[in-house]
Every structure is written in structure tokens, then in C-alpha cells.
């Protein structure tokens, strides 16, 4: 008899821990291929303005966030005229400045738009910007005397770079602010493609990267602010993956005088805010240096010119004007949905 | 049973069903349309608040700034910063809303548990 229930014990026993292995093998492989993507957000500053990250993967990315954050700190190290010791501040102190690699290749880039924009986009505005100040404490409405004095030191075909070292004019200020949020998104590509995270959208002061598809294996919806809104309202969704998205628009920094509103993009043929009839101009390409320079440029040239120099570069844009009509380039349509009432969707971009 | 397992066996058994439930009690009760503050400080997430608890509205100091929590909503109260840009956003009230004080290195967010917004970032 104590035999028999010794014999029944270890039969309980065994079928106890085969269940056990077999529950726990279930959840094991239930949490690999069914647990959806687990999501890692965090939010900083820096390049003056937010950072947002939002990362999916099989496990914890927090690591991966803080090494984004590093990346982008380190790159605004490099590229900001405001960063002393950074080449850009040398190129501003010295008129020149040690250039390496990647240097080189933002300066060659930058020159490319610059001369198929006909200088609508244009580095060397710094004298313009610091000028204006737009978005500071100390910002203030210069006189025509001052502004034409700016003027004569902006002409970015001076920048020159060979064997090493980037030399600008005397009196030149070069100012990489309108490519360096997309230079950040280009950066954080690069380090994601060697991450095991295949899927994550984030922002660099509104210029985003949008990284394989959302968690839901969709495209991600990415909402157009609204130029006339408040910050968190959007006039229309784009629907897209696998690319950089930048925006420039009047409404980001403003300087407020006299009954008149002044915004900070500046046209460095006429050293004033730039006046071409657009409010808005988003831009997608592969590319988060060209979606942040062309967004730019695009916004200082008018729609009509906007559209060429986007076919150039193998990029898509949605223009909104003044009178709230929004136009999207062709190779947009299909993925753009009007959302608010307030605008008005024309269709004759090309 | 009671031959398989000793009161020792039991207790532990007992001890662990209790910590479980305690580990995940406070996930359970958080309802998934929650709203939940995050709050950044020099890109460190510092400060967790679920806003659809608080009975009554308190001020919280963080790098330079007051914020207001209240009852579903969290602000800038004010702040050191010269262009109080971030007073200026007003209450944050709904999932997705967010503002900053760039100057003071200052994030504030409103998440759900379970979102369901329509977008997943906005460009601007």
C-alpha cells in the first residue's frame, strides 16, 4: 500500500512540474510572438527646443533613448554657432575652421540647395538672424541701414571647403540652424539601423523621423499643425513611413511691434521675414537634412518655385497659404487627409 | 494534499500570491483612460502623477518652475525662465498634450494608458 502511494506521489509530482515547464513554455512563446511591441517614450531638451522619442521594441529601450539623447546633444555640440569650441564657432571667430568628413559633407549639401533654390536657402543668414534675434529676449525690428549692412554679408557660394578646413568671409556668421534638427533625425537613423528596434517616430523640434512603420505594422499618422491653431492641433494627417517630415511655418517664433507681427524665417535677398504668401510648408523626403533645408527654402520661394526645387531633390511637399489653401505635390495626394473645415484643399499642384 | 505539501510549502505559496497581487494591484487599479502627468527634468522622467486621482490641486517645484496639478490637468504655474513661454501653454487636460520650458530643460506630458489618439506625432 505505501508502496502504491509512493508510485501515485511521484506520478503527481511529475505531472505538476510537466504542466509547470508546459505554462511556462506557453507564456514564454505567447510573450515573444503575440505580446505587442512594447513602447519606451522619453522627452528632453536640447537644440533649444523639445526632443520626443518614442521607441518600440521586444523589451526595455531606455538605453537606446539615452543614447539618442547623447547623439544629438553630441551633434548640436558640433554644428551650433552658440556652442563655443565647436567648428561652426571657430568658422564664426576665425573665418576658418577644421572640417572633417562630415562637416564637409553638410557644407556640400547645404551649397547644393543654396544654389538650386537661388539662394533662398542660405547658411551664412547668421548675421540676419542675430540681427533680428527672433525668438530671444532681445529681439527687436532693425532699421533699413542695419539690415542692409547684414545683407552684404550673406552670400553663401563664399563658404569653401578643401583639405580639411571650411573658410567663410570676414564678417560672415554661418548659421546651421535651419538643417540641424534634420541633421538630428538623419543621425538617429543611423544608430537605429544597427539597434534591434525596427520601429520608432521622433521628434526634433517638430522635425520628425519616422522610423520603419508604427507599432500596429501601419503607416504612421503624423498630424500637420494646424498654422493657425494651438500648438497641439493639427489641420490634416499624413500618412507615411520610412522618412523625415519637417515643417516651417510663421508661427513658431514671432516678435510682436508696433501692432505687427514679425516671424523668424528670414529671406536672405531682402533681409526681411520672408513674405511669399505661404503660412505653412511641410516637406517629406528620405532625407531629414533635405526635408528641414527644402522646408525652408520652400517657404521663402512660394509655392510655384517651392514645387520645383522639391521635384529636384526627390522629396514631396503640402504648401498652405494665407487664405488657408492647402496643395500638396502629387506624390503626396494619396496620403494626406484634410481633417479640419477651416482650409480648403486645392488640386492643382503638380 | 496534505501529504504533498508541508504548512512551511504553504505559507511561502501564500507569500508569493500576496506579493504578486501587491506588485500588480497598483497596475490593476489604474484605469486604462487615466490621465497620467510625466513629468521630465534634464531629460530624466522624474515625476509620475495620475491626474484623475488628485481630490485636491497642489503645486510641485521642478528646475526653475511651479507646476499647478489638478484635477485632471497640470500647468506652468510660472517660472523663472526670461520668455515664460511655457506659462503660455495653458492646462494640459487631454493624452498627447505637452509643454516645455526650454530655458529651465523642463518636459510635461499627458498620457493615457491606453491612447486613443488618432495620431502618433505632430510636425511643426
Redesign the interface.
Known amino acids: 500500500m505505501a508502496m502504491k502511494?509512493e508510485k501515485a506521489?511521484k506520478a503527481?509530482?511529475a505531472v505538476c512540474v510537466l504542466s509547470a515547464v508546459f505554462v511556462v513554455a506557453f507564456l514564454v512563446m505567447a510573450d515573444i510572438f503575440h505580446k505587442p511591441l512594447r513602447e519606451t517614450?522619453?522627452?528632453?531638451?536640447a537644440m533649444?527646443?523639445?526632443i520626443?522619442q518614442?521607441l518600440f521594441s521586444r523589451s526595455d529601450a531606455a538605453k537606446e533613448c539615452?543614447d539618442i539623447?547623447e547623439i544629438i546633444n553630441s551633434l548640436e555640440n558640433k554644428i551650433s554657432w552658440r556652442k563655443e569650441g565647436s567648428p561652426i564657432y571657430s568658422l564664426n571667430k576665425n573665418n576658418t575652421a577644421g572640417c572633417d568628413e562630415e562637416l564637409s559633407d553638410i557644407f556640400s549639401r547645404s551649397r547644393a540647395v543654396y544654389d538650386a533654390s537661388s539662394g533662398a536657402f542660405d547658411i551664412t543668414v547668421g548675421r540676419l538672424t542675430t540681427l533680428w534675434n527672433i525668438g530671444e529676449?532681445t529681439a527687436s525690428v532693425p532699421d533699413e541701414n542695419e539690415i542692409a549692412s547684414a545683407l552684404s554679408f550673406v552670400d553663401g557660394s563664399k563658404i569653401d571647403v578643401s583639405d580639411g578646413a571650411v573658410t567663410s568671409e570676414s564678417g560672415q556668421l554661418v548659421d546651421l540652424g535651419a538643417v540641424g534638427k534634420g541633421l538630428a533625425c538623419d543621425k538617429v537613423r543611423e544608430y537605429l539601423e544597427k539597434t534591434d528596434i525596427s520601429r520608432a517616430?521622433i521628434?526634433v523640434g517638430?522635425?520628425?523621423l519616422?522610423y520603419g512603420e508604427?507599432d500596429k505594422a501601419e503607416k504612421?499618422?503624423?498630424?500637420?499643425?494646424d498654422p493657425r491653431g494651438e500648438?497641439?492641433e493639427?489641420m490634416g494627417?499624413?500618412s507615411v513611413s520610412d522618412c523625415c517630415?519637417?515643417?516651417s511655418?510663421d508661427y513658431?517664433r514671432v516678435l510682436q511691434k508696433d501692432g505687427k507681427t514679425y516671424h523668424h524665417i528670414l529671406d536672405p535677398k531682402t533681409g526681411y521675414p520672408s513674405d511669399s504668401g505661404l503660412i505653412s510648408v511641410?516637406v517629406v523626403s528620405s532625407s531629414g537634412f533635405m526635408s528641414d533645408a527644402l522646408s525652408t527654402a520652400c517657404f521663402v520661394l512660394g509655392r510655384e518655385k517651392g514645387e520645383k526645387l522639391l521635384s529636384l531633390f526627390d522629396a514631396e511637399g503640402l504648401f498652405i497659404d494665407s487664405e488657408k489653401n492647402v496643395c500638396v505635390t502629387l506624390g503626396l495626394k494619396d496620403f494626406f487627409t484634410l481633417t479640419s473645415d477651416k482650409y480648403v484643399l486645392s488640386g492643382d499642384a503638380q | 494534499m496534505k501529504h504533498f505539501f508541508k504548512k512551511g510549502d504553504i505559507i511561502i505559496i501564500v507569500c508569493a500570491a500576496v506579493l504578486c497581487a501587491l506588485l500588480f494591484l497598483p497596475r490593476a487599479l489604474q484605469k486604462d483612460g487615466d490621465l497620467i502627468a510625466k513629468i521630465y527634468e534634464n531629460g530624466e522622467l522624474t515625476k509620475e502623477i495620475n491626474l484623475s486621482c488628485v481630490t485636491e490641486s497642489y503645486e510641485i517645484k521642478i528646475n526653475g518652475a511651479v507646476l499647478l496639478i489638478e484635477n485632471g490637468a497640470v500647468s506652468y504655474k510660472e517660472a523663472d525662465c526670461p520668455d515664460k513661454t511655457c506659462v503660455g501653454f495653458g492646462a494640459l487636460t487631454k493624452a498627447g498634450d505637452t509643454a516645455s520650458c526650454v530655458p529651465n530643460r523642463t518636459v510635461v506630458t499627458v498620457t493615457k494608458k491606453k491612447s486613443n489618439s488618432k495620431i502618433d506625432i505632430i510636425t511643426y
Open positions: 502511494n506521489k503527481a509530482v517614450d522619453k522627452y528632453s531638451v533649444g527646443t523639445v520626443t518614442r539615452d539623447d529676449e517616430v521628434s517638430g522635425s520628425v519616422l508604427n504612421w499618422s503624423v498630424g500637420v499643425r500648438s497641439d493639427y494627417v499624413l517630415v519637417s515643417t511655418g513658431e511641410t
